[in-house]
């Protein structure tokens, strides 16, 4: 079966790159896509995401990088995917992530959402907490993030 691992991916982290590889190991192919979150305003461009999404998953025979501009469960149809995987962290995911899973699943009830349970060592994980850690000097990022997106990161926010 094909999933689609959804998300803004603004930076990857180490988070991400675990659910995507725990992904790769139950689905026959993965793709993970970034689609634009209405909500957000993003650090990095579109190209860069997929640039260090494609760095970050080249070691993954199963999975490809793709991106798109409209709803989820359309990129997933076009995709022939039959499967949405998200990850969940405590508490903060679940009031976002369950609202999504439902309007997806009214949207097209041929495809389903799974969720993933984050690692406890990535449950306080998140892009924006690196991208404020990296604000502020990057302090530990190298162990929240994989080592491009920590070197892509440092040159961002210089350039800010
Ligand atoms: O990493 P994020 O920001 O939590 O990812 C959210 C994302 C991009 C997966 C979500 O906003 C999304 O699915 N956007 C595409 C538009 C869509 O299908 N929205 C849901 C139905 S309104």
């Known amino acids: 079966m094909k999933a689609i ?7 990857v982290t180490n988070g991400h790159l675990d659910i995507i590889t725990r992904a790769a190991r139950t689905f026959d192919h993965v793709v993970v896509a970034i689609l634009t979150n209405p909500r957000k305003q993003p650090l990095f461009t579109l190209e860069e995401r997929v640039e260090m999404l494609k760095i970050v998953t080249a070691h993954l025979p199963n999975v490809t990088v793709g991106h798109a ?17 998200k990850g969940l962290r405590p508490i903060q995911d679940f ?8 309007v997806n699943k009214e949207l097209n009830d ?16 998140s892009s924006s907490i ?31």
């Open 69 to 85: 501009q409209g709803l989820l469960v359309d990129y997933a149809t076009s995709q022939g995917a039959q499967a949405i995987v």
């Open 5 to 11: 691992c959804p998300g803004s991916f603004d930076p």
């Open 95 to 102: 009031e976002y992530e369950w609202q999504m899973g439902m």
């Open 110 to 125: 041929e495809i389903e959402t799974y969720f993933v349970m984050s690692r406890k060592e990535y449950s306080y994980l």
């Open 130 to 160: 690196v991208r404020e850690l990296a604000a502020y000097g990057g302090t530990k990022l190298d162990e929240l993030v994989p080592p491009i997106v920590a070197q892509r990161l440092r040159e961002k926010v210089t350039t800010l």
